[in-house]
């Protein structure tokens, strides 16, 4: 976030001038105009304080190629605490996610879907991939792979 203060003051100097002539008009008193404009005082103070002590935070969405290129400091400091990777290599099953659920309604369902249909939530859901993908790495059409998905999600509803 970037502040130019000088810039900034003008514009609230110039707003505020059009305001206390407002107010004037309208029959305010001066105190009570000195009090609005130490309030706005504060509040511009206090966007300024946020400006100077914010720091962008821009993730890149995707790839690891991406993540190198990424020029946030704040990013690079913690980079390690944010991501995280499924470990595909170890010796669990593929539905490995079936066993870490915790809501009752899903632990009871999930086992007793059929093995294609737990592939197809593995797919979308833990790996992300789209239907469309989905369709081909399984050599069927994406109509079909969005219905099963439908009666998947309306089984749980």
């Known amino acids: 976030m970037t502040f130019n203060y000088a810039s900034e ?3 609230f ?3 505020w001038e059009k305001m206390a002539r407002t107010y004037a008009e309208a029959g305010m008193t001066q105190e009570a105009i000195q009090e609005i404009y130490e309030y706005d005082w504060d509040v511009f103070k206090a966007a300024r304080i946020e400006a100077l002590h914010t720091q962008e935070f821009a993730i890149p969405e995707s790839t690891e190629e991406d993540m190198s290129e990424c020029e946030s ?3 690079e400091r913690f980079q390690n605490c944010l991501s995280s990777r499924y470990d595909t290599l170890g010796n ?5 996610w079936i066993a870490e659920l915790e809501n009752p309604c899903l632990t009871i369902g999930i086992p007793l879907l059929t093995d294609e ?3 197809i ?3 979308y859901v833990i790996e992300g ?3 469309h993908e989905i369709a ?3 050599g069927t059409y994406q109509v079909k792979v969005c219905r099963r998905l439908q009666r998947i999600f309306n089984y749980f509803k």
Not at 92 to 96: A, E, K, L, Q
Request: proline content about 4%; glycine content about 0%.
């Open 9 to 11: 003051k003008r514009k």
């Open 13 to 15: 100097d110039k707003a």
């Open 73 to 75: 400091p704040l990013f």
């Open 92 to 96: 669990h099953s593929r539905f490995w």
């Open 117 to 119: 249909d737990k592939e």
């Open 121 to 123: 939530l593995t797919l």
């Open 129 to 131: 991939y789209t239907e």
């Open 136 to 138: 081909q790495r399984m």
